[in-house]
């Protein structure tokens, strides 16, 4: 286990993506798991930089999570150069 307070910024590229790989309860719950783990671990003002293909489900847990919290959140969706099912976003929360 890393100490409380060890970091001033989480950066997940692809890790929530592959761990909320569906809309189960038992996918919801590790990415509440890894939410908690985050917020543990983040410094004071600390921020957890998250760059994801924002599946509408990740999206809702995700944002539920830190808006609960009452972390500043901050989206930026990255336009495709091609059509794609996907919209890839990066969000900060801190």
Known sequence: DLPDDSFDVVLDKGALDA??????DAAGAAADRMFACIERVL??????V???????FVVRRL?????ERMFALSVEVVQA????????FVLVAG
């Open 50 to 56: 998250c760059v994801s293909l924002a599946e509408e």
């Open 19 to 24: 761990l909320v790989s569906d809309d189960s």
């Open 63 to 67: 944002l539920r999570f830190f808006d």
């Open 43 to 48: 410094r004071p003002r600390g921020r957890y």
């Open 81 to 88: 150069s091609k059509a794609s099912p996907f919209k890839p």
